[in-house]
């Protein structure tokens, strides 16, 4: 599939913001047309449909995130320098990206069967979650950390990191957060450090 100059981001920028406002049933291509300055029969020549132009955007961004997460799987890098590699992709995938967020909302309002199709191939495909339950299964093993249920663990580390990027205009309030750069850009390590201590060992 060729585009013309800039043609592509175009669209998939004019497309990001339309079904952010208005999920995938609301969108309509004639809007995300004259957003992207462009005929609406070259986005269905490339893109075929509505919902395929939907499935590319999250494939994108998915992908996106797993690329920067590669060095993850595979490698002697520890569950400290993992949790905080995906802590800061979390951060830099969704951080100050509204119209991303804005659209995942929509998705996972109607099901997420888009989203979850994309992470199976492009994040579950490539082992992540698999070699980070490792890791925490290791540290249990070795008892270094106390016994719990990895997948609750990590269920929980991604809500700590994703809570605060999906709500941060109502948070930023709540707590009254002045300076929310950075706040934001402090939180990879801050959640690292209060998972780690939440999942260490405790003396008898």
Excluded: C
């Amino acid at each position: 599939m060729r585009f013309k100059g800039n043609t592509r981001k175009k669209i998939i920028e004019a497309a990001a913001a339309e079904f952010a406002g208005s999920g995938l049933a609301g969108a309509r291509i004639d809007r995300i047309a004259e957003r992207a300055g462009v005929n609406k029969a070259m986005i269905y020549y490339h893109f075929a449909s509505k919902e395929k132009l939907y499935q590319a955007i999250i494939d994108e961004h998915v992908e996106r995130v797993s690329l920067a997460l590669q060095g993850v799987v595979g490698s002697d890098m520890d569950l400290e320098t993992a949790l905080l590699t995906l802590a800061k992709t979390y951060h830099a995938a969704f951080g100050g990206h509204q119209d991303l967020v804005s659209m995942l909302l929509h998705e996972l309002a109607d099901g997420g069967a888009h989203l979850k199709q994309a992470l199976q191939s492009m994040i579950w495909g490539k082992g992540i979650p698999n070699r980070l339950m490792m890791l925490l299964e290791g540290g249990i093993g070795e008892g270094r950390f106390r016994a719990f249920d990895p997948r609750q663990a990590m269920i929980s580390f991604a809500g700590m990191n994703l809570f605060y990027l999906f709500m941060s205009p109502i948070a930023t309030s709540l707590w009254e957060i002045e300076h929310e750069n950075e706040f934001l850009e402090n939180r990879p390590a801050q959640i690292v450090d209060l998972f780690l201590h939440g999942i260490q060992s405790r003396p008898a």
